[in-house]
């Protein structure tokens, strides 16, 4: 098993930063892709970002420019820089590990975090 905990979510202003944490224990070697999902309310759960061991990235067309995911294989930890916040990114973020290649459907994952809350106000 494995699994995650984020942090650093909270509540910032329109055009502003935050970063995001996911940091991973357990079986973290058999974890290849790692990925950042939110849902907010009302809506279903949607792919924002993703990052592979070999560190090849996948964004949403929504955050591509403004959110950068990385990854330190050695710390098990995935982090989502997240910048020029928008009113509309306003979510629960979770993170996600998979044992395969990467993929932007959620049911490819194998494991989740409890979520971390978002809210840009505008």
């Known amino acids: 098993q494995v699994q995650l905990v984020e942090s650093g979510g909270g509540l910032v202003q329109a055009g502003d930063s935050l970063r995001l944490s996911c940091a991973a224990s357990?079986?973290?070697?058999?974890?290849?892709?790692m990925a950042w999902f939110r849902q907010a309310p009302g809506k279903e759960r949607e792919f924002v970002a993703a990052i592979t061991w070999d560190s090849s990235t996948d964004y949403a067309d929504s955050v591509k420019g403004r959110f950068t995911i990385s990854r330190d294989n050695a710390e098990n930890t995935v982090d989502l820089q997240m910048n020029r916040l928008k009113a509309e990114d306003t979510a629960a973020y979770y993170c996600?590990?998979?044992?395969?290649?990467?993929?932007?459907?959620?049911?490819?994952?194998?494991?989740w975090g409890q979520g971390t809350q978002v809210t840009v106000s505008s």
């Open positions: 996600a590990a998979s044992r395969t290649y990467y993929s932007r459907y959620s049911s490819a994952y194998n494991y």
């Open positions: 357990g079986r973290t070697f058999s974890i290849y892709t």
